[in-house]
Antibody, heavy 122, light 106 residues
Framework: QVTLRESGPALVKPTQTLTLTCTFSGFSLSTRGMSVSWVRQPPGKALEWLALIDWDNDKYYNTSLKTRLTISKDTSKNQVVLTMTNMDPVDTATYFC??????????????WGQGTPVTVSS | DVQMTQSPSSLSASVGDRVTITCQASQYINNYLNWYQQKPGKAPKLIIYGASNLEAGVPSRFSGSGSGTDFTFTINGLQPEDFASYYCQQYENRFTFGPGTRVDMK
C-alpha cells in the first residue's frame, strides 16, 4: 500500500526558508523509474508543479522558481525534502507531494499525500 | 515553458449529462497529457494518463482523446460524485497544469 504524508511548519514569516518533508511508504526511491514530485495550490487557485527527484537522484525544477527551490532525498528514511527560500505571502498554499508512476513511456502522479497548508505572514 | 489552457473555466451540469472539457498546449506535446479530478480539500486524483488511457479503477464513463496540442476530456453520464474540478497536465517538458475546470450542479 502506497502512502505519502507531508509535514512542515504551518506558518512561516516572509523572507524565511520553508522546509517540507514528504515521508512515504509502499515503494522505494531507489527503484529504477521511481520519482517523487512536489506540487502546490494557493487557496482557490490552480495546481502548480514545483520540483521532482528521481531514483537516480536527478532533480528537475519549475523554471520560474528554480533559484529558490532545492529537492533532496533520504532513501534510507523514505523521505523527500523540499526547501524554498525567501518565502513571500504569495507562496501561501497547500503543498502536496506525489509519486510519479511510469506507464511504459507515460507518466502520472498516481499517489498523493493529503497536503500540508503553509501560510506566509509576519 | 509549455503553457496549458483549459475551457471552459467552469460549467454547470446535471446528473446524466455528457460533459466535455478541452485543454490546449502552447506547443507540441505528443500525447504527454494527463487529467486529474480534485474535490474540495482533497488531493488530486489521476483519471487519464497518456491522453487517452484510463487509470486503474476509474469508471469507464471517463475518457480522453487528442494528441499534439489539442485534447478533450469527456464524462459520459455525469454522476453525483463527479462534481469536482478537473485539471489537465502536460509532461512533455517537465510538468505544467492547466488552470482547471470546475464542474458544478445545475
Amino acid at each position: 500500500q502506497v502512502t505519502l504524508r507531508e509535514s512542515g511548519p504551518a506558518l512561516v514569516k516572509p523572507t524565511q526558508t520553508l522546509t517540507l518533508t514528504c515521508t512515504f511508504s509502499g515503494f522505494s526511491l531507489s527503484t529504477r523509474g521511481m520519482s517523487v514530485s512536489w506540487v502546490r495550490q494557493p487557496p482557490g487557485k490552480a495546481l502548480e508543479w514545483l520540483a521532482l527527484i528521481d531514483w537516480d537522484n536527478d532533480k528537475y525544477y519549475n523554471t520560474s522558481l528554480k533559484t529558490r527551490l532545492t529537492i533532496s532525498k533520504d532513501t534510507s528514511k523514505n523521505q523527500v525534502v523540499l526547501t524554498m527560500t525567501n518565502m513571500d505571502p504569495v507562496d501561501t498554499a497547500t503543498y502536496f507531494c506525489a509519486r510519479i508512476h511510469e506507464y511504459g513511456g507515460n507518466s502520472g502522479f498516481d499517489y498523493w499525500g493529503q497536503g500540508t497548508p503553509v501560510t506566509v505572514s509576519s | 515553458d509549455v503553457q496549458m489552457t483549459q475551457s471552459p473555466s467552469s460549467l454547470s451540469a446535471s446528473v446524466g449529462d455528457r460533459v466535455t472539457i478541452t485543454c490546449q498546449a502552447s506547443q507540441y506535446i505528443n500525447n504527454y497529457l494527463n487529467w486529474y479530478q480534485q474535490k474540495p480539500g482533497k488531493a488530486p486524483k489521476l483519471i487519464i494518463y497518456g491522453a487517452s488511457n484510463l487509470e486503474a479503477g476509474v469508471p469507464s464513463r471517463f475518457s480522453g482523446s487528442g494528441s499534439g496540442t489539442d485534447f478533450t476530456f469527456t464524462i459520459n453520464g455525469l454522476q453525483p460524485e463527479d462534481f469536482a474540478s478537473y485539471y489537465c497536465q502536460q509532461y512533455e517538458n517537465r510538468f505544467t497544469f492547466g488552470p482547471g475546470t470546475r464542474v458544478d450542479m445545475k
